[in-house]
């Protein structure tokens, strides 16, 4: 042990107390202090958010709520029974639009497209990713509301469905690389095909996570306004004509904000409220069934 | 055509697989240069040499594993059973059905059961069901020394297994093709010693009914397991000989300075 000229104090672990030193410790605090002062806010605002949301719209949760069709305007009562079966219907029809035509585009980026074709359909899955989804309503209004003279489930569904496309795409895209090659090698080392290997060794094996991708993707097109607003057009009464105008939440929502009547600008926080749950349960269930994988799987 | 014409002048019961001037390349740079050899039936052939060396090319090249690398080609021939495998009506989905191949990482599907992982192998071929099925599971994983092991928990997961034991899995499931030719490609380079010597107990009884060519980069295993050793050095082979022979008297300066330890 060696002690050197310019240490003066005898515990070499001991802060010195100098000006630096103290500089640091003060920016060292604040910035602590800082960051965890606006993370409450951030915090703050998103339960006030859910709160106020809450607070004014489960005045109009009840059994009627889920059951009825909304009532003639200033009427009291009635329900978004409409608006629940319309969004469900949309839905549908975007998953079965959405689903399938995103996990093909994903799985040729992963497993089949090569060379600059792949990278230019990539381009393209990103660039649609970007794009505001009104576009999209713009599209299926063009090509199919105003052909049929008449707003549909069906326009609203293919919107919803493109919309889709590109979140599923990639989502499939980045599970299926996690593969690991050697699968896909035991696979063809055994004579499979490669469509084979890609449907029965491949996708299984990604099961999980294309389920998280297609489930966010359907939370995030269950609070779609926009494109709907030209496509589904929206409706007070039930209906199960895909061919006629339909419901949904995020519409009802929409009209409802803008009506004269106090008690339908009361019950658009109901129905956000019930958007707002939805999308929760969907991302914990996401986060179970992804956690629920990990364990099984290890 | 011209060399499956040719091949059948030759005496097929003494040579499993013949190739000749094989050439294998990935993308722009050749990784194979002229390879002749030819493998006995029921024998146990390894494969060894430095990193870089060609080694594991030259033996996916014997199922056309090699083609499924992007970018990758090969020329010359390799003739099994009389049927030169690189002629161009062969399909390399049919070569496979018939050439078991076991990789360096234990690689069973962890999606399947360990029941299912050796039946996959029989369903693609569409060799047998139902009880027939799981009697040749049954048979593939005794061969495979791993039935006792695994008797009571057929339809457990394979992630649940030993290092040692998935590679047996993939053995029985190799096997349930009912092949004649087993690749293997460093089998036991990710295994612990024990199971390393479990599975070169394995090749030895394997090769009663199998030809089987082995890679390693172990000299001793190569020496333990193998009636003929090939060296392979930058994509060239060097020399192949009896391994009794091939260790105590090379006959290339190169082999001699790989095997005495010199490089690699």
């Known amino acids: 042990m060696s002690v050197t000229a310019q240490s003066t104090k005898s515990n070499p672990f001991e802060a010195e107390r100098n000006g630096l030193q103290l500089r640091r410790s003060i920016v060292n605090k604040l910035s602590i202090i800082l960051t965890g002062f606006f993370a409450i806010c951030a915090s703050l605002f998103l339960i006030y958010l859910i709160g106020y949301i809450a607070a004014k719209g489960l005045q109009f949760i009840n059994a009627n709520f889920f059951t009825q069709r909304p009532r003639a305007p200033g009427e009291t009562g009635g329900g978004w029974a409409t608006a629940l079966q319309g969004s469900a219907i949309l839905i549908t029809l975007a998953t079965i639009i959405g689903v399938p035509l995103g996990m093909a585009v994903g799985i040729f980026l992963s497993e089949v497209g090569r060379g600059p074709f792949a990278s230019f359909v990539r381009f393209l899955v990103d660039t649609l990713t970007g794009i505001p989804t009104i576009i999209f309503g713009l599209f299926a209004w063009v090509l199919i509301v105003v052909p049929s003279h008449s707003f549909s489930a069906v326009s609203g569904g293919v919107a919803l469905g493109i919309i889709m496309i590109p979140t599923v795409a990639r989502a499939t895209e980045e599970v299926l690389r996690l593969v690991p090659n050697d699968q896909r090698e035991a696979s063809a080392a055994l004579g499979a095909t490669h469509s084979r290997t890609i449907m029965q060794v491949v996708v299984p094996a990604a099961r999980s996570g294309i389920v998280t991708g297609v489930m966010l993707a359907l939370a995030r097109v269950a609070g779609e306004t926009a494109p709907l607003l030209m496509t589904a057009g929206g409706t007070p009464f039930f209906n199960t004509n895909l061919f006629h105008q339909i419901d949904a939440i995020p519409l009802r929502i929409f009209n409802f904000t803008l009506s004269p009547y106090q008690i339908e600008r009361d019950q658009a926080f109901s129905g956000a409220l019930v958007l707002i749950v939805f999308v929760v349960i969907t991302s914990l269930a996401v986060r179970w069934a992804t956690g629920g994988f990990k364990r099984r799987g290890r | ?264």
């Not at chain 2, 009697?135 to 791993?146: C, K, P, T």
């Not at chain 2, 649940?160 to 590679?167: A, P, R």
């Not at chain 2, 053995?171 to 599975?199: F, G, N």
Request: aromatic content about 6%; proline content about 5%.
């Open chain 2, 1 to 264: 055509m011209q060399e499956l014409v040719a091949s059948e002048g030759q005496s097929q019961a003494e040579i499993a697989i013949d190739i000749q001037r094989l050439d294998a390349w990935y993308g722009p740079s050749q990784a194979l240069f002229d390879v002749n050899l030819s493998i006995l039936p029921l024998s146990v052939s390894a494969a060894i040499g430095p990193s870089g060396s060609g080694k594991s090319t030259f033996v996916r090249c014997l199922n056309r594993m090699h083609e499924e690398v992007f970018g990758a080609r090969v020329t010359g021939s390799v003739v099994i059973e009389g049927v030169n495998i690189y002629a161009p009506t062969i399909n390399p989905i049919y070569v496979r059905r018939h050439i078991g191949m076991v990789f360096q990482q234990p690689n069973p599907l962890p999606s399947r059961s360990i029941y299912e992982n050796v039946a996959i192998g029989a369903r693609i071929n569409g060799l047998a069901k139902g009880r027939a099925l799981d009697e040749l599971v049954e048979r593939r994983l005794r061969q495979a020394a791993l039935w006792d092991e695994v008797k009571d928990r057929l339809s457990g997961a394979p992630t649940q297994l030993s290092g040692g034991q998935q590679q047996r899995l993939c053995i029985a499931r190799a096997l349930a093709l009912e092949p004649h030719i087993v690749l293997m490609d460093e089998p036991c380079s990710a295994l612990d010693p024990i199971a390393t010597l479990q599975v070169e107990d394995l090749i030895r009884q394997l090769k009663q009914h199998y030809t089987i060519v082995i890679v390693t980069h172990n000299l001793q295993q190569a020496a333990r397991v193998a009636d003929r050793t090939a060296f392979f050095l930058s994509g060239h082979l060097v020399e192949e000989e009896a391994t009794a022979e091939f260790f105590s008297h090379p006959k290339q300066k190169e082999t001699e300075d790989f095997i005495t330890g010199r490089f690699g």
